[in-house]
């Protein structure tokens, strides 16, 4: 596993590579392991997927972002922090916004705290409305590997 601080520039990119527009300030390092993270103070707060960065749940939990949302029952929710695909069955409200291929973040309907990041099979209005078939893949939960770096 390497660790490294990140330049101006390199923040630079990564702020433009973000999937979703949450952005928090501090002192960035990189961890490259398994997963590619960017620590910020430390904390987990970007993974990489496909090229592109996303906030880990440990970000979403610190921030104030209520854009991009999907909301499961609580069924649901042993099964998303078990790493499982966000079915439509489970999902009671989805941001309108949302369109096929943009990144998510999955919330429970009790407290509205984050439990996963992922990207979305379906849009937002369709979530809501369909009863059958997956409409995220969990690509981050709490409590996997990126919520244990560094």
Same mark, same amino acid.
């Given at each position: ?23 928090v ?7 490259? @392991? ?5 620590l ?5 707060? /970007? ?7 996303? $906030? ?32 439509a069955?489970? &999902?009671?409200?989805?941001? $309108?916004? &949302? ?18 990041? @992922? ?18 893949k ?7 590997? &990126?919520?244990? /770096? $560094?």
């Open positions: 596993m390497r660790r490294y601080h990140l330049s101006k520039k390199k923040i630079k990119e990564i702020k433009k590579a973000l999937l979703m527009d949450v952005w300030d501090g002192t960035y390092e990189v961890v490259e @392991g398994e997963v590619v993270v960017v910020v103070d430390g904390v987990p707060a /970007y993974f990489l997927y496909d090229g592109y960065y996303l $906030p880990t749940v440990i970000l979403l939990l610190n921030v104030n972002y209520d854009r991009k949302f999907v909301t499961v029952d609580m069924g649901a929710v042993k099964h998303v922090l078990n790493g499982a695909n966000v079915f069955a489970g &999902i009671v409200d989805a941001d $309108p916004n &949302i369109r096929n291929g943009d990144a998510v973040y999955v919330r429970d309907i009790k407290y509205g705290k984050p439990l996963a990041v @992922g990207i979305a099979l379906m849009d937002g209005m369709e979530m809501k409305s369909s009863k059958t078939g997956a409409a995220v969990n690509l981050h939960y709490y409590g996997d590997k &990126i919520t244990k /770096y $560094p």
